[in-house]
């Protein structure tokens, strides 16, 4: 085996471990060094598999993200994705195909970044393929988690008269990524959390399951236009929203609010956009994470969007395809 | 979602819901275009999670691999995974990255022969991800599977006296990709099913957990004395196995049997190779393939092979580094 994917895969057996120990109380039975990872699935659940790629050039570039962001970013995709079904998050597979010429300390913060945001969210590294990359640095991260049996919340819940949330604020990382186009002097990572670490609502998204409260859930990773009508297509219903509703996030220092286009079409904030039927009881507020009202879903198949002046107009999907191919979503 | 990849995910949408169809008995509860895929793990077994990246130029040459056997091989090496665990495999994920100028019949092609052993093997295609790939075509395939809990067989379970066992023939895959490499003619795919479509022994595997027959086992991917040094350093012992033992693969029309050295370190077989307690009763075939005594473990740590004029040597693992970079495995 050469060399540089060799010292990878001790890096990451050597991860894997210390992960392992740290999280002895969860689900993973055996890890890197087999020819398999064997995940225990609580009984009663199901088994909760999400796969995202984060390819260098089209979902990051190294001159904007430090490793550890992009560690972070491409473990929080899977992350949220638990979320969005209501899910809880159990084990991560990390597939890496690095070019030669990378330095180790890439590799290395780049792990650490992933490996700080798998314990903050009791996530164990379970194993994983490494590859020599003829061009650009890929990872494939595969997520495990579970759910009990029957109680996945699905994009296809929703029902005419079902309102229509939100979580924390919109626009956030899109606007930052807007910055980084623009050519802004070198952003500081932690002025712009939304973009550099993005939290995924794994807390918000259990309590949505337990109480019953969501009909239907995604999360926003395209930009709440494109979600919000893959929601409406899975479900085979239409919607309206009231832009000045939608929750605009506020970044870089001294802070000040995104423009509404960010907050409407941006994604990479991996907030919650979730249905509840009209009598549900929904808090505005879950484990200190705002929740808002933002309109509601209808039996018309189309997407609507009420204007400050009352006036409304079609909503299109205008998610991260707005941004093009170099996207760096 | 620019164009290509939208158009490769609504094929592989259709491919996942006529493959979830065909099994309807199958564990697949919610597949493409939801957050997750849900995966139901039969009670009272453990999951067993696998993923392997498939690169162009470095697992496979498009000049040198149809379509169809560069989409049965990444699934191959996931299925031989799953029964090197003695699993059942459940559910399959493509992750693909693609230039954007492949044609789109490389891409059928590819996808129809994954599809075609995923039928074959009761496996559901149940979700994945897409992406342009900047240079050369990407695959990362990870399979689901599961296994009654506590049966996994692990590598790890090898002891002092135990015999060693293959099944099959071994070399036919490497010694195929030696006559690629040497600049032979085209050679026709289905006279070197061993390389183009190897079979993962999921059935074997299957016989030989129920009748609890092995105590460790791994599958033949990188090379036997590669994948023998791997499961004597997870057991903790020897082994010394003797030459002359080995079955050959015979490849190529007229058929003939190959060298040596490829049996020995060639990959890419996806036989399996298991120990077995000295008084177990080993079946010198099961389901229809042949199973061969080879040697035995011993609790010396160190690898020895025995000549056809009984003189020993060590034995080195020369696996598929043996090949090099570009060893197209």
New interface residues.
Partial sequence: ??LPERQLISRLKRASQTSAARFAHRPL??GI?????????P?GH????????S?E??HFRREWHPAKSVGHRCLARGL???A??G?EPA?A?L?L?IPPKVPQKWVDDFIGGFLALAKKSGVVL???????????I?A?V????S?P?GK?I???GARPGDLVYVTGALGGAAATLGLLYSGAAKLHARSFPAHFFPVPRIKVARVLRQKNIASSM??IS?GLSTDLSHMCD?SGVGAEIHEQKIPRAKIGSPRRTVEPRFALNGGDDYELLFAARPRTSVPCNIVGVPVTQIGRITRQKQMRLVLGDGSVTELKPRG??HF??ASTR
Same sequence: chains 1, 2.
């Fill in positions: 085996m050469p039975i055996a060094g087999e020819d398999c990872s064997i995940v225990r699935i009984s199901e088994a909760l598999v999400t796969t995202d790629f390819l050039s089209v949220s994705d638990i969005a079904m899910g084990a597979f597939s195909a379970a194993g994983g393929d490494t590859a020599s990359s003829p061009e650009g890929l494939d595969i997520m495990i988690g759910v049996t996945a699905l994009r296809s995604i999360d395209d899975e991260w395809e093009g191919r």
